[in-house]
C-alpha cells in the first residue's frame, strides 16, 4: 500500500506504509508464539522427568535424561533465533511508524525518533521509556474530530500487550536462574515449572503484540487516506466501520 496524503504532503518528512513490515513482524509473531508453545511442551516434560528422578532415580534411563537436555537445548536455541528475528523487524517497524506519527501530528513527541530504538537497548529503562514513545505514537496516528478533539480510540491492546510483555521478561529471568542455580532434581522440577509460566506467558504476549501491531497499523492506514480529520457521518449511516487487515 503506498500512503497518499490528501493536499500537500505534511511538513516533517515522508510518509511510508508500514503495512508489509506490519505482515512481517505478524507472521514472526506467530512462529515465536508456536516456538514458545514448544518450549513449554519440553519443559512439560522435563519437569516430569525431574519429579520421576526426584522420588526414584532408578526409574529413569539415563537416555531419557539425554533426550531431555536435548530438547531444552533445542527449544533454547529456535527461541533465541526467533527472538532476534522478531526484534529486529519489530523494531524496523517501530521506528516507521514513529516516523510517520511525527509526520501525522510532531507535537505528540517528547523526544527524538532515535529514541523509538535506543531505548530498547537501556537497561531498566526499556521496561517503560518504550511505551510511552507506543503511546505517543498511537494518539499521533488518531484522527481528530471536526472540533479538533481526539477521536477516541482504545489503547487496550498496546496495555495489555505491554502489561503481559513486561511480566513475561520478568518471569522468563526469573526461569533462567531457577535454572542455573537448580542443583537437585527437586529444583530442577520446580525450574521447568516456572519455565512453563514464561512460555506461555510469552505466547500470550506475542498474540497481544499481533493485536497492537495490526490496531497502530491500521490507524495510520486511515489516517493517511482520509486526512487528519475523521469524516463526518450522517445519523442515519449505521455502515460498520471497516476491519483491521
Known amino acids: 500500500m503506498s500512503f497518499n496524503t490528501p493536499g500537500p504532503p505534511p511538513p516533517g518528512g515522508v510518509l511510508r506504509s508500514p503495512q508489509g513490515l506490519a505482515t512481517a513482524v505478524t507472521v514472526l509473531l506467530c512462529v515465536t508464539g508456536g516456538v514458545n508453545l514448544l518450549s513449554a511442551g519440553i519443559n512439560v516434560f522435563t519437569m516430569s522427568l525431574m519429579n520421576d528422578l526426584d522420588a526414584d532415580p532408578g526409574r529413569v534411563s539415563a537416555s531419557m535424561t539425554d533426550l531431555s537436555d536435548i530438547l531444552a537445548g533445542l527449544a533454547g536455541v529456535l527461541q533465541l533465533a526467533m527472538y532476534l528475528a522478531t526484534a529486529v523487524v519489530f523494531l524496523v517497524w517501530f521506528h516507521r511508524v514513529r516516523v510517520n506519527g ?27 521509556k518504550p511505551f510511552v514513545i ?38 522468563g529471568r526469573f526461569s533462567g536462574r531457577l535454572y542455573t542455580d537448580a542443583e537437585s532434581f527437586g529444583e530442577q522440577a520446580a525450574a521447568a515449572a516456572v519455565g512453563i509460566g514464561s512460555d506461555l506467558l510469552m505466547v500470550a504476549a506475542a498474540v497481544l503484540a499481533v493485536l497492537f501491531v495490526r490496531g497502530l497499523t491500521a490507524l495510520q492506514n486511515t489516517m493517511a487516506a482520509q486526512g487528519p480529520y475523521a469524516p463526518i457521518r450522517p445519523a442515519h449511516d449505521v455502515t460498520p466501520a471497516p476491519s483491521v487487515h
Request: aromatic fraction near 16%.
Open 102 to 128: 511525527e509526520v501525522f501530528r510532531a507535537t505528540e513527541f517528547t523526544q527524538g525518533r532515535g529514541w523509538a530504538i535506543g531505548w530498547w537497548f537501556v537497561p531498566v529503562a526499556h521496561l517503560f
Open 134 to 171: 507506543a503511546r505517543q505514537i498511537w494518539r499521533a496516528s488518531t484522527q481528530l474530530g471536526s472540533d479538533g478533539s481526539p477521536v477516541r480510540v482504545s489503547t487496550a491492546p498496546l496495555t495489555a500487550w505491554w502489561t503481559v510483555w513486561v511480566v513475561a521478561s520478568i518471569v
